[in-house]
Protein backbone atom coordinates (compact mmCIF):
# COMPACT_ATOMS: atom_id res chain seq x y z
CA UNK A 1 0.00 0.00 0.00
CA UNK A 2 0.78 3.94 -0.33
CA UNK A 3 2.52 5.35 2.50
CA UNK A 4 0.53 8.13 3.74
CA UNK A 5 1.24 12.00 4.83
CA UNK A 6 1.33 11.77 8.52
CA UNK A 7 -0.78 14.58 9.09
CA UNK A 8 -3.33 12.33 6.52
CA UNK A 9 -2.78 10.34 10.23
CA UNK A 10 -4.17 12.83 12.49
CA UNK A 11 -7.57 11.92 12.73
CA UNK A 12 -7.13 8.28 12.90
CA UNK A 13 -5.14 8.29 15.31
CA UNK A 14 -7.03 10.61 17.22
CA UNK A 15 -10.19 8.48 16.92
CA UNK A 16 -8.19 5.49 18.01
CA UNK A 17 -7.12 7.60 20.95
CA UNK A 18 -10.58 8.43 21.96
CA UNK A 19 -11.06 4.63 21.79
CA UNK A 20 -8.14 3.96 23.97
CA UNK A 21 -9.83 6.07 26.62
CA UNK A 22 -12.90 4.10 26.15
CA UNK A 23 -11.24 0.85 26.32
CA UNK A 24 -9.33 1.99 29.68
CA UNK A 25 -12.60 3.24 31.03
CA UNK A 26 -13.95 -0.36 30.07
CA UNK A 27 -11.61 -1.76 31.57
CA UNK A 28 -11.53 0.01 35.35
CA UNK A 29 -15.53 -0.50 34.90
CA UNK A 30 -14.57 -4.19 34.63
CA UNK A 31 -12.09 -4.23 37.23
CA UNK A 32 -14.54 -2.85 39.78
CA UNK A 33 -17.38 -5.04 39.16
CA UNK A 34 -14.75 -8.09 39.93
CA UNK A 35 -13.88 -7.05 42.98
CA UNK A 36 -17.50 -6.37 43.89
CA UNK A 37 -18.54 -9.39 42.49
CA UNK A 38 -20.87 -8.09 40.63
CA UNK A 39 -21.12 -10.69 37.66
CA UNK A 40 -24.07 -9.33 35.80
CA UNK A 41 -22.38 -5.83 35.81
CA UNK A 42 -19.56 -7.53 34.30
CA UNK A 43 -21.59 -9.39 31.86
CA UNK A 44 -23.34 -6.02 31.13
CA UNK A 45 -19.84 -4.17 30.27
CA UNK A 46 -18.71 -6.99 27.59
CA UNK A 47 -20.45 -5.99 24.62
CA UNK A 48 -18.88 -2.59 24.42
CA UNK A 49 -15.61 -3.90 25.08
CA UNK A 50 -15.90 -6.10 22.34
CA UNK A 51 -17.24 -2.93 19.69
CA UNK A 52 -14.35 -0.92 20.97
CA UNK A 53 -11.87 -3.35 20.84
CA UNK A 54 -13.16 -4.23 17.37
CA UNK A 55 -12.77 -0.70 16.31
CA UNK A 56 -9.25 -0.60 18.27
CA UNK A 57 -8.43 -3.55 15.68
CA UNK A 58 -9.61 -2.27 12.37
CA UNK A 59 -7.57 1.34 13.23
CA UNK A 60 -4.24 -0.46 13.60
CA UNK A 61 -4.97 -1.94 10.66
CA UNK A 62 -5.24 0.43 8.51
CA UNK A 63 -2.78 2.72 10.28
CA UNK A 64 -0.24 -0.07 9.65
CA UNK A 65 -1.26 0.04 6.18
CA UNK A 66 -0.56 3.34 5.95
CA UNK A 67 2.34 4.65 7.36
CA UNK A 68 5.17 3.11 8.99
CA UNK A 69 6.05 3.64 12.68
CA UNK A 70 8.87 6.37 11.33
CA UNK A 71 6.15 8.35 9.29
CA UNK A 72 3.91 8.41 12.89
CA UNK A 73 6.32 9.92 14.80
CA UNK A 74 6.94 13.05 12.49
CA UNK A 75 4.86 15.74 12.22
CA UNK A 76 1.66 16.59 13.75
CA UNK A 77 0.59 13.38 14.15
CA UNK A 78 3.28 12.66 16.30
CA UNK A 79 2.11 13.83 19.40
CA UNK A 80 -1.53 12.26 19.00
CA UNK A 81 0.68 8.72 18.38
CA UNK A 82 2.57 9.18 21.55
CA UNK A 83 -0.42 9.29 23.25
CA UNK A 84 -2.48 6.80 21.81
CA UNK A 85 0.93 3.87 22.56
CA UNK A 86 0.44 5.24 26.29
CA UNK A 87 -3.32 4.70 26.24
CA UNK A 88 -2.85 1.26 25.07
CA UNK A 89 -0.19 0.20 27.32
CA UNK A 90 -2.20 1.50 30.11
CA UNK A 91 -5.20 -1.01 29.01
CA UNK A 92 -2.53 -4.08 28.23
CA UNK A 93 -2.16 -3.35 32.13
CA UNK A 94 -5.35 -3.15 33.05
CA UNK A 95 -6.35 -5.74 30.69
CA UNK A 96 -4.20 -7.68 32.67
CA UNK A 97 -4.73 -6.72 36.22
CA UNK A 98 -8.20 -7.90 35.52
CA UNK A 99 -7.17 -11.31 34.27
CA UNK A 100 -4.95 -12.20 37.51
CA UNK A 101 -8.77 -11.17 39.45
CA UNK A 102 -10.50 -13.57 37.72
CA UNK A 103 -7.76 -15.99 37.54
CA UNK A 104 -7.24 -15.98 41.39
CA UNK A 105 -11.40 -16.16 42.09
CA UNK A 106 -11.48 -19.25 40.02
CA UNK A 107 -8.48 -20.97 41.44
CA UNK A 108 -10.22 -20.43 44.88
CA UNK A 109 -13.64 -21.18 43.64
CA UNK A 110 -12.18 -24.45 42.31
CA UNK A 111 -10.08 -25.21 45.64
CA UNK A 112 -13.43 -24.35 48.06
CA UNK A 113 -15.77 -26.86 45.28
CA UNK A 114 -12.87 -29.58 45.61
CA UNK A 115 -13.18 -29.66 49.63
CA UNK A 116 -17.37 -28.98 49.56
CA UNK A 117 -17.30 -31.90 47.09
CA UNK A 118 -14.67 -34.79 48.46
CA UNK A 119 -13.14 -33.22 51.82
CA UNK A 120 -11.10 -36.63 51.76
CA UNK A 121 -9.43 -35.63 48.60
CA UNK A 122 -8.47 -31.89 48.92
CA UNK A 123 -5.53 -31.83 47.39
CA UNK A 124 -3.44 -30.21 49.92
CA UNK A 125 -6.21 -26.89 50.87
CA UNK A 126 -6.46 -26.44 54.36
CA UNK A 127 -9.64 -26.92 56.35
CA UNK A 128 -10.28 -25.12 59.33
CA UNK A 129 -12.74 -26.27 62.27
CA UNK A 130 -15.17 -24.34 64.42
CA UNK A 131 -11.76 -22.73 66.52
CA UNK A 132 -9.94 -21.39 63.63
CA UNK A 133 -7.28 -24.47 63.64
CA UNK A 134 -6.38 -26.67 61.03
CA UNK A 135 -8.78 -29.70 61.23
CA UNK A 136 -7.17 -32.99 63.08
CA UNK A 137 -8.48 -35.14 60.27
CA UNK A 138 -6.29 -33.54 57.52
CA UNK A 139 -3.35 -32.89 60.23
CA UNK A 140 -3.43 -36.81 61.56
CA UNK A 141 -3.70 -38.22 57.86
CA UNK A 142 -0.41 -35.76 57.11
CA UNK A 143 1.29 -37.29 59.79
CA UNK A 144 0.96 -41.26 58.32
CA UNK A 145 1.90 -40.15 55.29
CA UNK A 146 5.26 -38.70 56.28
Known sequence: MESAD???????????????????HLLEAEFAALSAQD???????????????????????????????GAMLDGPASAGWGEFRSLMGRCREAHRRNDILIRT???????????????????????YDRLGKVSGRLRARGYSEA
Open 105 to 127: RLLTINAALRVLGRPEEHDGVEV
Open 39 to 69: LDGFEALQPAKEETLAHLTTLVQALSGRADE
Open 6 to 24: ASDLAPAIEAGCAHARQLD
